[in-house]
């Protein structure tokens, strides 16, 4: 058999037998939860290979951007299908990521010894977030080149060094001659490759120190042997959330640029809005006061603060934490044991009025067009959503929090926790045997 | 039921292959391909449920390296039987699902003309017309269709002979009106200008590769790895007195190719 002599000539060489055995046989834990880190995975592997296709057809060049676009899916239908599951796989990847890390965040995932993987877990998702973006610009109609006006307008917002970055990546004034060569390299280059290598990173970690599990045995880790259990349970995972993004890609357009024009700065589409995940920068741009100042003569624009100063906090927060949340819980011990969301109502609570905040400026992203629709002034709607903010996210925290306390006082009336788990230890002969583990 | 679906997922595969082949509608590649992955989740899905169960097993936290000496379970190195091949050939069932799309980028292969058409004026590179006589007998210029200086494929380099010393097939009877005559600068053997003209032996030299090709008999090679002649631009003179070119060349010209026209 040809696998079999490829095995051998492999093991005789380079001795991968050793190394096939260890993976094979390496047990992991599994539930549901587990499989949206795999789906954004999977996107992820979508966006490469649709990638590489569009590479073929896109021209970065401010004059041929546009029309470079529109003729690949004028051209040929796969064309157009192409620019479809890649832009879908895009905004379910990030999606994905934030679902991930939210489960990791109410599971408690993130404690030591795990908080470096966490840390960059956070940054592949403001990398993500930035090819999104990134990627969103380069057809260059109408709106996208109104998305590069604000976020040219955003880092000329950054005191001292905005300018000089400006500058620096448009080749001279917005829309300088080098925007979109810069932005195509950072797009298909050191964005790309950036999130491959902090994916190589996080997927290692994982394996070398195994991953975190429900059942209460912190010596042991329970689950599935990975071939051929869990790995094909992978292949379903790959399967399914491929034909997710592809069956969207088929019945849903997204980003329809051939009406929206190629761009010029006199011109804007409406509504103006950005992809999901960009739309709570924009919410807050909507919102944000109309301050400016003057530092020894020089402003300080109103867009830096919820364009610049927000995000960065954001973001710096949650790099942070996993520390945060050891010293809150004055906790600073090693766990692999997941901590059921419902044992600690006060992280679901901040965690849901973090969630909260950031839906509300999301939901701002869009006032014009629920203005529109709701026959309301956008100017009340601005000033509703400018006190939901701080109000209704504490209010959201608050009742998170209250109903996973109730819930977890119904699992333990009805005897939940005591539940006896079956644990099957591996004997030194290979085979099997049964052994009793009393969950607390 | 994985083999029901695996086989569900081969010919949706191939199916999106020869959608796209025949250029058909966004809807039925984009549906057949969903069909493709969810058959793939299926048959795994019903794979790994059919595996006798095998949660629960315990392996412990704090060992970190390969433990070789233990026995690789039976069914981690079982020979791959008639659904292992399935499983390949569901493999290469998607690898074509994935290399059609990049075949539907080309374009039909095949050379396109060059920017030579009937009545076309020759001119030199700063876009002079040349007449009849602008030559004298011995020169050699680059010209190329008035109004496509620069063309691809266009390049030609106009000679002006004696009289009488051009061999002339019976084909190519007054194509080279006056002693001017004119061939293709591109080299048919790798595609370089064929820039030098060795005088003394009416010889055009191609500095790449050294091929030769004799000016006096239809630019055939005479030495050197190119294999086909150098095609000719049949000339002609029009009432100005200006050279203009009768059509295109009478063969495509450059490097040959698969696809190449006979």
């Known amino acids: 058999m040809i696998t079999r002599r490829i095995g051998r000539f492999f093991d005789e060489r380079l001795g991968t037998n050793a190394a096939l055995r260890y993976f094979a046989t390496k047990i992991y834990p599994d539930h549901w939860s587990f499989y949206l880190g795999e789906f954004a995975l999977y996107a992820f592997g979508l966006l490469v290979a649709t990638g590489i296709w569009l590479t073929f057809v896109y021209d970065a060049s401010q004059s041929s951007a546009y029309s470079s676009v529109v003729a690949l899916s004028r051209s040929a239908p796969v064309g157009y299908l192409m620019r479809q599951v890649h832009h879908w796989s895009a905004v379910t990847f990030v999606a994905a990521i934030l679902l991930h890390m939210a489960r990791i965040f109410f599971t408690a995932a993130f404690r030591k010894p795990r908080e470096v993987n966490w840390v960059v877990g956070v940054s592949m998702l403001a990398l993500a977030s930035l090819a999104g973006f990134t990627g969103y610009s380069l057809p260059f109609d109408a709106l996208a080149g109104t998305g590069l006006r604000i976020a040219d307008s955003v880092m000329l917002a950054v005191p001292l060094v905005g300018g000089w970055a400006a500058d620096v990546l448009n080749g001279g004034s917005y829309p300088g001659p080098m925007l979109l060569p810069h932005l195509y390299t950072l797009h298909v280059y050191f964005l790309p490759v950036a999130i491959a290598v902090l994916l190589s990173l996080h997927l290692g970690m994982i394996i070398y120190q195994k991953h975190t599990q429900f059942v209460p045995d912190p010596a042991h880790v329970v689950g599935r042997r990975f071939w051929p259990d869990y790995a094909l349970r992978m292949i379903a995972a790959l399967g399914f959330s491929a034909a997710v993004i592809v069956a969207l890609a088929a019945s849903v357009e997204i980003n329809p640029i051939e009406n929206f024009g190629t761009y010029h700065d006199w011109t804007v589409p409406n509504p103006a809005a950005p992809d999901w995940y960009a739309a709570f920068l924009d919410g807050a741009l909507r919102l944000g006061p109309a301050w400016e100042f003057r530092i020894a003569g020089h402003p300080v624009p109103a867009i830096f603060w919820p364009g610049v100063v927000m995000p960065l906090v954001v973001f710096l927060f949650a790099i942070c934490w996993p520390w945060i949340d050891a010293r809150f819980t004055r906790d600073r011990a090693k766990h692999d044991v997941l901590v059921p969301p419902t044992f600690a109502p006060w992280r679901v609570g901040f965690g849901v009025a973090l969630l909260f905040a950031g839906f509300v400026l999301t939901l701002a992203a869009s006032d014009d067009q629920q203005a529109f629709t709701l026959h309301v002034p956008v100017e009340n709607l601005v000033v509703f959503y400018r006190i939901a903010l701080p109000v209704g996210s504490v209010i959201a925290g608050c009742l998170a929090g209250l109903f996973a306390r109730e819930l977890r006082a119904r699992d333990t009336q009805h005897g939940k926790e005591s539940e006896r788990v079956v644990v099957l230890r591996r004997t030194a002969s290979g085979g099997f045997a049964e052994e009793d583990t009393q969950s607390t | ?262």
Request: with cysteine; hydrophobic share 50%.
């Open chain 2, 1 to 262: 039921m994985t083999r029901i679906a695996l086989f569900g997922a081969i010919l949706a595969a191939l199916g999106v292959g020869i959608a796209a082949a025949l250029h058909a509608e966004v809807a039925v590649l984009g549906w057949l391909a969903t069909l493709a992955f969810l058959a793939v989740a299926v048959a795994a899905g019903a794979a790994a449920k059919s595996l006798r169960a095998s949660s629960g097993l315990i392996e412990d936290r704090h060992d970190r390296g390969p433990s070789m000496l233990e026995p690789l379970p039976p069914d981690v190195v079982s020979r791959p039987g008639a659904l292992g091949r399935l499983w390949m050939y569901a493999v290469g069932a998607f690898a074509i699902m994935g290399v059609v799309p990049f075949v539907a980028l080309a374009r039909r292969p095949g050379r396109r003309g060059t920017a030579w058409s009937s009545g076309a004026r020759l001119v030199t590179s700063d876009g002079k017309a040349v007449k009849a006589d602008s030559l004298v007998v011995g020169a050699i210029e680059t010209v190329f269709p008035q109004g496509r200086t620069g063309a691809p494929e266009s390049a030609t380099l106009l000679l002006r002979l004696q009289d009488d010393v051009l061999r002339v097939g019976p084909d190519r009877a007054g194509w080279a009106p006056r002693g001017n005559v004119a061939y293709s600068k591109i080299c048919t053997h790798a595609g370089c200008p064929v820039a030098i003209y060795r005088h003394a032996s009416y010889e055009l030299y191609c500095p790449c590769h050294q091929s030769v090709f004799d000016v006096l008999d239809a630019a055939r090679p005479v030495s050197g790895p190119a294999t086909r002649a150098l095609p000719q631009l049949a000339l002609d003179i029009d009432s100005a007195g200006y050279l203009i070119a009768r059509g295109d060349f009478s063969e495509p010209v450059g490097p040959d190719e698969w696809w190449r026209p006979a």
